[in-house]
């Protein structure tokens, strides 16, 4: 199993990938990332996140059985493939992503973001081997994945797949802790309090993933597919998903 230690990958995490990660996982990127809630708005509804405490339970759910899993292994296997620079890798890695999401709702979260990342690093940074998998995604009718999007340009930037990983779970938890201040609501202490509470989780579903072969990728989390499901009839909503 390749690791962060390959000879492909940059030794250490420079200033000026520091600051492109930041940006890129900023929330104001332009992804759109704080109008989707990963179900967690209908959990709110049906009283099942109703406190900080909850709220941590159900992110660490995500995180180690959930979308969080998934995209974890998915982001880890862009990573390396672009390091590679194996356009076919990516490809099949872009179509699994397609087939890894549970609910409507979820594969919107994941490629209205994918599609947004795309297009703008293309404008800011230029073309490169994000661009030539979006086109090939696009050949095929298909829509790019956020977070095999992200792997393949944390790996055109040289940035280390930990700290890209790291990141990139940090800001998916970053963002259902906002979800949930406005939805519950949480005051900001109490989010700012989950937020730190998780980094141990974030730490581990990035070490579950970095050593987890794509081929035994899976995921157990029903209720989160539940709540996403019955978000899509809520009535009265926020969130996109």
């Given at each position: 199993?390749?690791?962060?230690?390959?000879?492909?990958s940059?030794a250490?995490?420079?200033?000026?990938?520091l600051?492109?990660?930041m940006?890129w996982l900023?929330?104001?990127?332009?992804?759109?990332?704080?109008?989707?809630s990963?179900?967690?708005?209908y959990?709110?509804?049906?009283?099942?996140?109703?406190?900080?405490?909850s709220?941590?339970?159900?992110?660490?759910?995500?995180?180690?059985?959930g979308?969080?899993?998934?995209?974890?292994?998915?982001?880890?296997?862009?990573?390396?493939?672009?390091?590679?620079e194996?356009?076919?890798?990516?490809?099949d890695?872009?179509v699994?992503a397609?087939c890894?999401?549970?609910?409507?709702?979820?594969?919107?979260?994941?490629?209205?973001?994918?599609?947004?990342?795309?297009?703008?690093?293309?404008?800011?940074?230029?073309d490169g081997?994000l661009?030539?998998?979006?086109?090939r995604?696009?050949?095929?009718?298909?829509?790019?994945?956020?977070?095999?999007?992200?792997?393949?340009a944390?790996a055109?930037a040289?940035v280390?797949?930990?700290?890209?990983?790291?990141?990139?779970l940090?800001?998916?938890?970053?963002?259902?802790?906002?979800?949930a201040?406005?939805?519950v609501p949480?005051?900001?202490?109490?989010?700012?309090r989950?937020l730190a509470?998780?980094?141990?989780?974030v730490?581990?579903?990035?070490?579950?993933?970095?050593?987890?072969?794509?081929?035994n990728l899976?995921?157990?989390?029903p209720?989160?597919d539940?709540?996403?499901?019955?978000?899509?009839?809520?009535?009265t909503?926020?969130?996109?998903?």
């Amino acid at each position: 199993m390749t690791t962060d230690l390959d000879p492909r990958s940059p030794a250490n995490l420079t200033p000026g990938g520091l600051m492109r990660l930041m940006t890129w996982l900023s929330p104001s990127f332009p992804v759109g990332a704080y109008t989707y809630s990963h179900g967690v708005e209908y959990a709110v509804e049906d009283r099942r996140v109703i406190s900080a405490e909850s709220l941590t339970t159900w992110i660490e759910g995500v995180l180690e059985f959930g979308a969080g899993r998934i995209d974890a292994v998915l982001f880890c296997a862009a990573w390396r493939a672009a390091r590679a620079e194996d356009l076919d890798a990516l490809f099949d890695i872009g179509v699994d992503a397609d087939c890894w999401r549970g609910t409507a709702e979820m594969a919107l979260e994941a490629t209205a973001q994918g599609r947004a990342f795309v297009s703008t690093a293309q404008k800011v940074w230029g073309d490169g081997i994000l661009t030539l998998w979006a086109k090939r995604m696009r050949d095929d009718d298909r829509l790019p994945s956020y977070p095999v999007a992200v792997g393949i340009a944390a790996a055109e930037a040289d940035v280390p797949l930990r700290d890209a990983l790291s990141a990139f779970l940090h800001a998916m938890a970053a963002n259902l802790v906002s979800s949930a201040v406005r939805l519950v609501p949480l005051g900001q202490t109490d989010g700012v309090r989950t937020l730190a509470s998780l980094d141990k989780a974030v730490a581990m579903a990035t070490e579950t993933a970095m050593n987890t072969d794509p081929v035994n990728l899976g995921a157990a989390a029903p209720m989160v597919d539940w709540t996403s499901m019955k978000h899509e009839t809520q009535y009265t909503r926020l969130f996109r998903s």
